[in-house]
């Protein structure tokens, strides 16, 4: 088991920037990848951005890339999402997941946080 806890999310004005963190616990070894998706208003849940925890390897959606950066932290087993030049569009919750490889689909990550709200006011 794999637990998550995603803290960081809040309000801020469009151009603003804010950190999400996401804390795991349990048995971490026996997942390599952890993402971060975003769900707003009546839309479906999609793929932001994702790291591994060894390397460090990156990847992001061509909506945040440039503009969003996944970082890690092994020794606390936390991963961060450092959202700059916020838009209103980007006003969502927000989840952490873990999952045995990158990837783009929800159903690669077995695990999930409860999700933080993000709010970008224009």
């Known amino acids: 088991q794999v637990q998550l806890v995603e803290s960081g999310g809040g309000v801020v004005q469009a151009g603003g920037s804010l950190r999400l963190s996401c804390a795991a616990s349990?048995?971490?070894?026996?997942?390599?990848?952890m993402g971060w998706f975003r769900q707003a208003p009546g839309k479906e849940r999609e793929f932001v951005g994702a790291?591994?925890?060894?390397?460090?390897?990156?990847y992001y959606a061509d909506s945040v890339k440039g503009r969003f950066t996944i970082s890690r932290d092994n020794a606390k087993n936390t991963v961060y999402l450092q959202m700059n030049n916020l838009k209103p569009e980007d006003t969502a919750v927000y989840y952490c997941?873990?999952?045995?490889?990158?990837?783009?689909?929800?159903?690669?990550?077995?695990?999930w946080g409860q999700g933080t709200q993000v709010t970008v006011s224009s």
């Open positions: 790291i591994r925890w060894s390397g460090g390897s990156t």
């Open positions: 997941a873990a999952g045995r490889g990158v990837a783009v689909k929800l159903t690669s990550y077995d695990y």
């Open positions: 349990g048995r971490t070894f026996t997942r390599d990848a």
